[in-house]
């Protein structure tokens, strides 16, 4: 299971940046101001197309290794990633848990830290066929999500 924390801004306008620490070790960074990712030794980015019902795409140098779809005017995504698609959807009315389906069979979730605190402390408890960038980047989106003050 990973965690994920915010650190703290380094002054007006500094970009979100979230730390993300399996066993109490970091393993990476997420920047939700520029959706970007970082591991050792990787870079990542996130493109994001379209308003409605939006599709993001994470992507190393020029290759996209995977897809989120959202649906229109829900908090529901299709993940598609290494020919494989799961749903990735809001548990709960405050969309503050998110579950990974695959029809309906749930392999895995990310839940925000807490109602008053949701950025310290969130849970990653997805499955190891999931890449670890995949899963950083639904981690990704949804920090962003919940930081997007025109949400």
């Keep these: 299971m990973l965690k994920s924390s915010e650190l703290k801004q380094k002054g007006f306008g ?4 979230f730390e993300v620490t399996e066993n109490g070790s970091p393993i990476a960074t997420l920047d939700s101001t520029s959706l970007s990712l970082e591991v050792p030794g990787a870079q990542y980015t996130v493109e994001r197309h379209g ?5 993001y795409k994470l992507k190393e140098g ?3 290794l995977a897809t989120a779809k959202q649906a229109p005017m829900f908090n529901r995504y299709t993940v598609t990633c ?3 698609e799961w749903d990735f959807k809001a548990i709960g009315i405050t969309a503050q848990k998110f579950g990974l389906y695959q029809g309906e069979e749930q392999f895995g979730t990310i ?8 950025l310290k402390d969130i849970t990653i408890d997805l499955p190891d066929e999931l890449p670890r960038p995949v899963q950083l980047f639904l981690l990704l989106n949804l920090v ?8």
């Design 144 to 151: 962003w999500k919940w930081t997007d003050t025109s949400s």
């Design 51 to 55: 308003a409605v019902g939006p599709e």
């Design 14 to 17: 500094a970009p979100r940046l």
């Design 82 to 84: 290494d020919g494989t």
């Design 111 to 118: 839940s925000a830290g807490g109602y008053f605190s949701r």
């Design 62 to 64: 020029e290759t996209t």
